[in-house]
């Protein structure tokens, strides 16, 4: 995907991290598109979740020059919060309320107006096809809806990016595909898709990938482009020829 | 070996087991594969004496596993899902104690630990909470196994590992059961299924489906086309909306498309693209793998 500087909305040059004497990211260099599924791949321990925390405004970088959504994460870590959306696989739904509840709950802490509220409550019930489960306890929901419920909620207050840390862990192999179904339908309304996965099928469906190895980014490109130039037959088979670290992992 | 039959156990109104049976062989490597909320879990903590089945009966070779608890235990080495080390013992500390309480000391059972734990032994004085996620799976393991078991239960060791880990975690197993021992492992991956030498389908407390991973493909894999196509995402719902489809499924960059019946070829489904605008489509014949048939199986249901 080309890019162009109008549509980017993840800038981040020469980022490093330092925990101590340990470099958790090294130089890290890349560009993210509006609307792109942008795949952020690595072993455990190569850095990931460090650079996450630091795109979503909940860590400060040791050096480097990072945007996002135009705002600068060493002076306006509150208004990249306000700006993004982020879900994990342990989902942050109240159990023990009802899913309109925790519709009305997040909308509540991103700020929204009760009259946009009640129209957000009304497009994500339809789009999700749970009118009828509005009033249901979510503890009592399977799991897959959960996890779309969760994703809507990501998406509640509009925002311009949304992380996904392994969304898709632990559910079934259809609920996975509904999943990344909702993933395309918001990367084509504009939204960008900031996606972690174990599930090499799963980094195929991105537009382009990153792989972080022993805390750099080694390689990024379409996952085609990196089939070709590592001569493999699919994600797995890159990841493994990249990612194959020395025996004795210091990482945590 | 073992013998599940029908093994039912529930929590509440939640059926988490509802009567299942399938026998475990000596010195197979056994796999359960589903997502979450098949029973994976609640199969493998009756197995090893931590929860007792409602119903039905549970054997290993021919000691009841509830009334013979205590023979079990010293006979299963467990290594449960979530890390369940002492956070603040060291790494040797926590070998130590396993051995303990199992009546034996690392020296007399070093043999059976030791591909695995040498990779640790350097950091011995290092606390269990403090090492890395691989470093802390290989503690777990070598713990499961220090009063040297003959069946070794794992629950989902390879969930949220990267791939890299995740296939030298199966060259372990592979390894242990080079040395006798039988395994019992559950995972929500699909693609690991053909590591294992039988597998059972579990969904929602049932068995979908029980056999090698072969004879499964053999008897349930559906003769399916591999598509691809520039524009996929239009192409999923071109073809699942064709009449003469029965699925179409993504599978990394192409779609696992299956045919309403044998009657639909190749040049079909080249002119129904074609006609559709399509003009670089590329297609093969292939035949549905385990994550093809676990879907068909869940849509049955």
Redesign the interface.
């Known amino acids: 995907m080309e890019s162009n500087v109008n549509n980017v909305v993840i800038e981040v040059e020469n980022m490093v991290k330092r925990f101590g004497s340990f470099v958790a990211n090294d130089r890290l260099t890349f560009r993210v598109n509006k609307g792109e599924i942008f795949g952020f791949l690595?072993?455990?321990?190569?850095g990931k979740t460090t650079a996450m925390r630091i795109l979503c405004g909940l860590s400060v970088p040791t050096s480097g020059k990072i945007m996002v959504n135009g705002f600068d994460v060493y002076r306006q870590s509150e208004a990249i919060k306000q700006s993004i959306g982020y879900m994990s696989?342990k989902f942050s739904l109240y159990e023990d309320l009802t899913v309109a509840e925790n519709l009305r709950f997040y909308a509540g802490i991103y700020g929204l107006k009760r009259k946009e509220r009640k129209k957000k409550e009304a497009e994500m019930l339809e789009r999700l096809q749970m009118p009828s489960i509005k009033n249901q306890l979510v503890v009592s929901l399977?799991?897959g809806w959960k996890q779309k419920l969760a994703f809507s909620i990501a998406l509640v207050h509009d925002p311009k990016i949304v992380f996904l840390d392994?969304p898709t862990?632990?559910?079934?192999?259809?609920?996975r595909?509904q999943f990344?179904n909702m993933i395309?339908e918001a990367s084509?309304r504009g939204i960008t898709m900031f996606v972690t996965t174990?599930?090499?099928?799963e980094?195929?469906?991105c537009d382009r990938v990153s792989i972080m190895v022993d805390g750099r980014i080694e390689a990024l490109d379409t996952?085609?482009g990196l089939m070709k130039t590592y001569g493999a037959e699919?994600?797995?088979e890159v990841?493994?020829q990249l990612?194959?670290?020395p025996?004795?992992?210091?990482?945590? | 070996m073992i013998r599940f039959e029908n093994i039912s156990k529930a929590f509440g109104t939640i059926t988490a087991v509802d009567r299942v049976s399938f026998q475990v062989n000596r010195n197979e490597c056994f796999g359960l594969i589903g997502p979450d909320g098949g029973g994976k879990t609640t199969l493998l903590r009756m197995l090893v004496t931590l929860l007792k089945p409602d119903s039905g009966s549970l054997t290993l070779d021919e000691t009841d596993v509830v009334a013979g608890y205590r023979d079990i235990r010293n006979r299963v080495g467990y290594m449960p899902g979530r890390f369940s080390l002492y956070q603040d013992l060291t790494v040797e500390e926590n070998l130590a104690f396993f051995a303990s309480v199992f009546g034996t000391t690392i020296r007399e059972n070093y043999a059976i630990i030791e591909p695995i734990y040498r990779q640790i032994e350097p950091f011995r004085k290092r606390r269990a909470g403090k090492l890395s996620g691989g470093m802390k799976q290989k503690l777990a393991l070598s713990c499961a196994l220090i009063h040297r078991p003959e069946l070794l239960v794992l629950d989902e060791p390879t969930t949220g590992v990267d791939a890299v880990s995740r296939r030298e975690f199966w060259e372990i197993l592979s390894g242990l059961k080079e040395a006798g021992i039988t395994i019992v492992v559950s995972t929500p991956y699909m693609d690991e299924a053909s590591m294992c030498d039988r597998i059972a389908l579990l969904q929602q407390g049932r068995i979908l489906s029980i056999d090698t991973p072969g004879n499964m493909i053999k008897t349930h894999g559906k003769p399916i086309f591999q598509v691809k196509a520039t524009e996929r995402h239009s192409l999923i719902s071109e073809l699942s909306g064709w009449d003469r489809v029965a699925s179409v499924y993504p599978f990394g960059q192409s779609l696992h498309v299956t045919p309403l019946d044998s009657s639909l070829g190749e040049s079909d489904v080249r002119a129904f693209l074609r006609n559709k605008g399509y003009n670089d489509v590329w297609i093969e014949r292939g035949t549905g793998g385990i994550e093809d048939i676990f879907m068909d199986l869940m849509v049955q249901q």
């Open positions: 690595g072993a455990n321990g190569a696989q399977p799991l392994e862990g632990g559910v079934d192999p259809i609920t595909r990344w395309y084509s174990h599930y090499m099928d980094a195929e469906y996952p085609a699919n994600m797995n990841f493994l990612a194959r670290k025996k004795t992992d210091q990482t945590t």
